[in-house]
């Protein structure tokens, strides 16, 4: 976000200022209280971006209805943390328009905060059906987990299908490369999973098709595996459980940078593969401060979808989706 806010020029101006506190309250919390940082920051995170990003929607969605003057206190009340020209203009907007007969093309001639301008998150995954059944199929995986005793149970996992290398290298079991994909190590874990499978599959889905998109999800996500497998029995990384759909995630976002790649006359190709870019830098960060994250899936995942994205990436893109993408 403050790389963005930072570019000159950039209409993201306004969130640099939120952005600073997140770092900051992470920081100081940090420093005082180590053992919470994580959740202090993430609820910074969650009331200063996060729940933002979603009033911008429901903004779009208040004056898309004629409710200007909802849509103006919400603004208003936004604009406090967000003080970006743009929304300033949509106040002023909603305020003309609340006083005024004008028509409602009005408020569609003017571009509305960054986002997708969809009436909800349940429209957003009905136009990506293979994004939608994954998500659906990862939380009845997770309930039967906690349905057999437990959601982080080392022997529960092991039992549903967990990724244990030297039990596939010497007891042949490969069909762990897969399953493990689908466990996960408690709400926290399947939820950023989720969460991040919500904000990148969609748009790519919609880019390069169903089945082109469950290729690089499902193929990403074995190939990660494959990779850790391989890498324990070459004594590099430590033996250890995995699971999660981390893998299958970095893959996505590996296919991403594959098609944009492809299709790099595309509108803000460049922009989105410098987005990528920083993901990608933040993500290998967090792996190397973190001894729990398995970073060889990741790596493994992330060049795995970045081949199949060169590979199946379609001559041409539905919709111009490229253009269109969520900046995420």
Not at 238 to 250: D, K, L, P
Not at 305 to 320: H, K, S
Request: charged residues 15%.
């Amino acid at each position: 976000m403050l790389a963005r806010a930072w570019r000159p020029s950039s209409p993201h101006h306004g969130w640099g200022i939120p952005g600073l506190l997140v770092l900051t309250i992470t920081a100081v919390a940090w420093l005082l209280w180590p053992h919470f940082s994580g959740y202090i920051g993430g609820a910074a995170w969650f009331f200063l971006l996060f729940l933002p990003a979603i009033a911008l929607r429901k903004i779009t969605q208040l004056a898309e209805h004629g409710d200007y003057e909802s849509a103006q206190r919400l603004g208003a009340a936004l604009q406090i943390l967000h003080p970006t020209a743009e929304l300033r203009e949509q106040v002023r907007l909603f305020r003309h328009l609340k006083s005024s007969t004008a028509p409602l093309r009005a408020f569609r001639s003017v571009r509305v905060a960054r986002g997708p301008t969809r009436s909800g998150w349940l429209r957003e995954l009905r136009s990506a059906p293979a994004v939608f059944t994954l998500v659906l199929i990862n939380v009845l995986v997770f309930v039967f987990q906690i349905y057999r005793g437990s959601g982080n149970n080392s022997l529960v996992l092991h039992r549903m299908g967990a990724l244990d290398p030297l039990i596939v290298i010497n007891q042949h079991e490969y069909w762990r490369l897969f399953t493990a994909l689908f466990l996960h190590g408690g709400y926290l874990h399947l939820g950023f999973n989720l969460f991040a499978l919500y904000i990148i599959g969609p748009p790519l889905e919609r880019s390069i098709g169903t089945i082109r998109f469950l290729a690089c999800y499902l193929g990403s996500g074995v190939a990660s595996s494959a990779g850790v497998v391989a890498l324990t029995e070459m004594g590099l990384v430590r033996e250890a459980q995995t699971i999660g759909a981390s893998g299958c995630i970095m893959g996505a976002i590996g296919a991403w940078a594959g098609l944009l790649l492809r299709h790099h006359d595309a509108p803000f190709a460049k922009q989105r593969l410098a987005n990528i870019g920083l993901i990608i830098l933040i993500q290998v960060a967090f792996d190397l401060s973190t001894p729990e994250v398995s970073m060889p899936a990741h790596v493994g995942g992330l060049f795995a979808g970045f081949f199949l994205g060169l590979i199946l990436a379609p001559r041409a893109l539905a919709g111009d989706n490229v253009g269109t993408t969520r900046r995420y």
